[in-house]
């Protein structure tokens, strides 16, 4: 799966959408409804799992110790739920693998994205991986309490 | 033979244009070409060929009828953009492009949040980050798809007859300098006036979309923006227009607006909600901030310890399905405020509906889970949350609140009352204007002072460029330099010296600004309605007008009372008409305005919503209407019976009889 770092980097990694049917192997990327079982018959490497937008993160609370990868979906970018998802992942639950923004989302929202606790962006045809770089290299000056209350640290530090 | 023209707004400007017989987008309706049904196909798609190369947005096809002098428009709202307003606007006419250029002008006041270099680095950044915004949208990298959302996060609305831009005033409190930036703006980018709003905002009417990062960048040096004035994001906090001064107050609430306004603000989770998100907050018994009527409310107050903490509603509003907000916490402390907030967020953000969007504010959330649900739900969010997560500590408050400038008030002044009541024997309009424009402040010697945006026939809420420099003005000269915009859509002079106030009054005196009328009938409260608005679905500004006009010329209008009256010219209710003693609602049936009356709405700490007397009036019946529910009220009123408490105590059987037993 293609993929942008937290620098809006490109990386190329091993990840791959699961197919229906098809036998699970380590580094798929499995829905929901296939998760559990493949996780029995995965015995070593790494798994990952898709949410779509209308799944509690708390549906995935059973396997967290198991996964390295979970991809968050965006169905429209105006859809702000991966954003609570993220937070949630990271906070109430202190996952520490990858969380990677996959559907549709925009260069502009790659800063919120990050603060949220997502580590990486799978980046839209229509926004291809240069487009990312000046939203992730912006220095942004922040309001006062921010810089006192440091309300993104939080969730960074959990990402590390 | 039915014919038709296509419209579009133009991108660059938002200017309504329609195709001419060239095939070219005219800005004059007059030259817009009628096509037959045969043709409209070919034609239409030739539209959208210009939509997909970013020089219109919104095309479309309007049924027309040719009349006497050439065609028109069949529906009312391509009529007004077809003619423009149907109201007078003020003489300055077009955008000027020669107005005096812009300087900056800063100076630090009382009451208002002096920022940081850090800070206004801030906006400087969003302002250059919304000018690339802008570039990607004209240059075809931004759909308007994907631009609309941005550019409304900005503030920026298409609206009639270009783009209207919603200016921030947070709680609704601004300087002497930064109204003088308004007034700036308001000249050197669009026709001269600007409209203060119900949620202590003020709008643009006449703007140019090339020209925004331009006038961004100019509202950030002076310490304003128009970040989340609008879009599906939490809203500019709204507060009690006498906070800090009003004699009854028992916590500056604006500190706290302060701290939700920074926390909210590009906040990086609750910036895609399900939809927009207003929080309203008080710190005075009496609830001049309206919070039982927004998305939270926020009241402010003090436990037996005397430690500051919150009483929280969540789930009230107006709009297409009002409601008044539910009680989810009775005691919420200092510390807590932010994460709490968060907590409410953090599940309406997960939970609320995206797929109806009349169904997607948090009161229909909270209706469908069911409020004990709800409040479990969020309870646990909070409680879920890391310990250190956002808390307020007592030295980040203390921090926050230094930066508030404290006007220097002489605690040692004498009562003026006796001066007051011999300058009222020699000007009975000075008597008039202090009896119903003048209130109680918590230091002896002072008063707050409220100037009308509501001459008699005006449009209610707003300003000239010159009005706004003239309160700029008497600001500086009278009230340290504090100027506050009510909700009720008037402005506010906080803290006045009683020895000043005739010289004040005789300064507004032959000004529009002195109408001695606040919370009486013709204080009214009105939305821009359709001479301005793309979700109208009838005008508003006119029936206020008829409205304003008419009880001016009542001989009994003091007789009258306090009486909130209000017009929304549709369902989302800017005009608030559900919390209006009398609410007027315009809607449309078979191409004609109509308005429905409410009765009984309240805002305050007794809130209600207002309810429907029966079938709709025409514009002109309506202003009937309202003068019979006010002569039952004068006929039938107990002694000093004020109109709410009558209608509580009769209900709306009366009313209706005299409206409609005649039919």
């Known amino acids: ?160 | 033979m039915d014919i038709k023209v296509i419209g579009a707004s133009r991108l660059c400007d938002g200017v309504s244009v329609w195709l001419d017989s060239r095939q070219d987008w005219s800005p004059d309706f007059s030259r817009a070409r009628a096509f037959l049904d045969t043709e409209i196909a070919d034609v239409f798609a030739r539209a959208q060929r210009d939509e997909q190369a970013n020089l219109v947005v919104d095309a479309r096809v309007i049924e027309v009828e040719r009349g006497d002098a050439g065609i028109l428009p069949s529906v009312a709202r391509e009529k007004m953009r077809a003619f423009g307003p149907s109201i007078a606007t003020p003489e300055h006419g077009v955008v000027s492009t020669n107005a005096p250029p812009l300087t900056k002008t800063l100076a630090a006041a009382a009451g208002v949040y002096r920022y940081d270099e850090h800070e206004r680095q801030f906006l400087r950044d969003r302002a250059a980050i919304f000018r690339d915004q802008v570039r990607r949208r004209l240059s075809g990298e931004l759909s308007e798809d994907e631009f609309k959302p941005l550019r409304l996060m900005n503030g920026l609305y298409l609206q009639l007859h270009g783009y209207m831009l919603r200016v921030a005033m947070p709680y609704g409190g601004m300087s002497a300098a930064q109204m003088r930036c308004l007034a700036a703006l308001a000249r050197r980018f669009d026709r001269g006036y600007g409209h203060f709003t119900t949620r202590q905002n003020i709008q643009f009417n006449w703007i140019r979309l090339q020209d925004v990062p331009d006038i961004l960048d100019f509202l950030a040096e002076a310490d304003l923006h128009a970040i989340q004035t609008s879009g599906n994001c939490v809203r500019n906090v709204t507060t009690d227009h006498f906070a800090g001064a009003a004699a009854d107050e028992i916590v500056d609430p604006r500190l706290y607006a302060e701290v939700l306004r920074q926390w909210s603000t590009d906040h990086p989770e609750l910036t895609y909600l399900p939809r927009k998100f207003k929080i309203a907050m008080t710190g005075s018994p009496v609830d001049r901030a309206a919070v039982r009527v927004h998305d939270i409310g926020l009241l402010a107050y003090r436990n037996a310890e005397g430690e500051t903490g919150f009483q929280v509603y969540g789930g009230g509003g107006l709009g297409r399905t009002p409601v008044i907000g539910v009680k989810v916490r009775h005691w919420l402390p200092e510390a807590d405020l932010l994460r709490y907030v968060e907590a409410i967020l953090r599940v309406y953000n997960a939970m609320g509906r995206r797929d109806n969007i009349y169904k997607a504010r948090i009161k229909i959330l909270i209706r469908d889970l069911k409020p004990d649900v709800f409040i479990a739900m969020i309870e646990d969010e909070f409680a879920a949350m890391e310990p250190a997560y956002c808390r307020l500590e007592p030295e980040i408050i203390a921090a926050v609140s230094e930066r508030f400038v404290q006007p220097s008030l002489q605690n040692d002044l004498p009562s003026s009352s006796p001066d007051l009541a011999a300058q009222r024997e020699r000007e009975p309009g000075f008597s008039d204007w202090l009896d119903n424009n003048v209130f109680p402040h918590r230091q002896k010697g002072y008063r707050s002072v409220a100037l009308s945006l509501k001459p008699p026939g005006g449009v209610p809420g707003d300003a000239t460029a010159d009005e706004m420099d003239l309160i700029a003005d008497l600001a500086e000269k009278h009230a340290f330099g504090e100027i506050r915009v009510a909700h009720q859509q008037n402005l506010v002079l906080p803290h006045v010296r009683e020895d000043a106030l005739l010289d004040l009054w005789r300064s507004l005196r032959g000004t529009q600004l002195a109408e001695a009328h606040i919370g009486l009938i013709t204080d009214i409260i009105s939305c821009p309605g359709m001479d301005y608005c793309a979700l109208a679905t009838a005008r508003s500004i006119p029936l206020a007008q008829r409205l304003s006009r008419h009880f001016s010329d009542r001989s009994d209008r003091p007789a009258i009372g306090p009486l909130d009256l209000h017009v929304s010219g549709c369902i989302n209710a800017c005009g608030h008409h559900h919390v209006a003693h009398i609410g007027l609602l315009g809607l449309e049936k078979n191409g004609e305005e109509s308005y429905q009356i409410t009765l009984g709405g309240s805002a305050d700490e007794q809130a209600a919503i207002g309810e429907i007397v029966g079938p709709a009036f025409s514009a002109d019946e309506a202003v009937e209407a309202v003068d019979q529910i006010v002569s039952v009220y004068l006929r039938e009123r107990a002694h000093k019976e004020t109109f709410i408490a009558f209608y509580r105590r009769v209900g709306a059987e009366p009313f209706k009889e005299a409206l409609y037993a005649r039919a």
């Open chain 1, 1 to 160: 799966m293609r993929a942008l770092d937290r620098q809006a980097f490109v990386t190329d990694d091993l990840w791959r959408l699961h197919e229906d049917g098809a036998p699970p192997q380590a580094n798929d990327v499995f829905r929901a409804p296939s998760l559990a079982d493949a996780l029995e018959k995965i015995s070593a490497g790494p798994v990952g799992a898709w949410l779509p937008p209308d799944q509690s993160v708390d549906a995935l609370a059973p396997f967290l110790q198991r996964l390295s990868l979970i991809c968050i979906e965006f169905p429209k970018f105006r859809d702000g739920r991966g954003f609570t998802a993220a937070r949630r992942l990271r906070q109430s639950h202190g996952f520490t693998g990858d969380i990677r923004a996959v559907g549709r989302v925009l260069p502009d929202q790659f800063q919120a994205l990050i603060a949220c606790g997502f580590s990486s962006v799978a980046p839209p045809e229509n926004h291809p991986p240069d487009a990312w770089r000046p939203a992730a290299a912006a220095e942004a000056a922040r309001p006062f309490l921010l810089r006192m209350i440091g309300r993104a640290m939080t969730t960074k530090d959990a990402a590390r």
